[in-house]
Each structure stands twice: as structure tokens, then as C-alpha cells.
């Protein structure tokens, strides 16, 4: 079973930068996806970037150009840096993963493994 773990989420001032880290424990294959969403208090979970088993990835519209994923294969870790950082951006912030090929950043429900998420919270 594949256990997710999030780290790095604090509070900002906007303007600011935060480095989330999601550890992956347990056995995961070569297409294995994985990715980062985001929810806001009473908002639906949305998703900030995709980082397909391919190496490709994909951003939302709302953080291209601001946030950067990366994956350190060694360390079986995956990782989402953001900068200018912006009120908005505040919510709790998810890792998932999934072996669905199709899986979308618009669809949540394609992917089956989920973290515990951890919150960012940006001022103005």
C-alpha cells in the first residue's frame, strides 16, 4: 500500500516562496503519476500540477509561471515549489498519485492514493 506524506506548508507573506515536499513510502511501479491539489475552505479541491510517470508535466492555469514541480527519484519524493505566492493561493495542499493513465487535474476522482495534506496560508 502506498502511503503519501506532505511537508513544508507554513505561513507567508505575498510575495513569498514555500517548498512543499511529498515523501512516497512503499512500492510504486514506472507508471506511477502524481500530483498536487489544492482546497480552500469551502471551495471544491482543484488541481495545481500533474507530474506524469512520462515526465511530462502539466500546471494549472492559475500557477503557471509561479509554481514548479520536480521529482527527486532517489528519494522517491515529489515536490512543488511556489513563489509569489499570492492570498489566494491559501488552502490545504495534497499530494495523490495514481497508475491511471488518463488521470486529469480536473478530475480528483482519478487518482486513488492520497496524502494528509498540509496547509499554506498566504497574507496580504
Known amino acids: 500500500q502506498v502511503q503519501l506524506v506532505e511537508s513544508g506548508g507554513g505561513s507567508v507573506q505575498a510575495g513569498g516562496s514555500l517548498r512543499l515536499s511529498c515523501a512516497v513510502f512503499g512500492y510504486v511501479g514506472s507508471t506511477f503519476s502524481m500530483a498536487w491539489f489544492r482546497q480552500a475552505p469551502g471551495r471544491e479541491r482543484t488541481g495545481v500540477g500533474l507530474f506524469n510517470s512520462n515526465g511530462s508535466i502539466r500546471y494549472a492555469d492559475s500557477v503557471k509561471g509561479r509554481f514548479t514541480i520536480s521529482k527527486d527519484h532517489a528519494k522517491n519524493t515529489l515536490y512543488l515549489q511556489m513563489n509569489s505566492l499570492q492570498p489566494e493561493d491559501t488552502a490545504i495542499y495534497y499530494c495523490?498519485?495514481?497508475?491511471?493513465?488518463?488521470?486529469?487535474?480536473?478530475?480528483?476522482?482519478?487518482?486513488?492514493?492520497w496524502g494528509q495534506g498540509t496547509q499554506v496560508t498566504v497574507s496580504s
Open positions: 495523490a498519485g495514481t497508475y491511471n493513465v488518463y488521470a486529469s487535474l480536473l478530475h480528483p476522482g482519478d487518482f486513488d492514493s
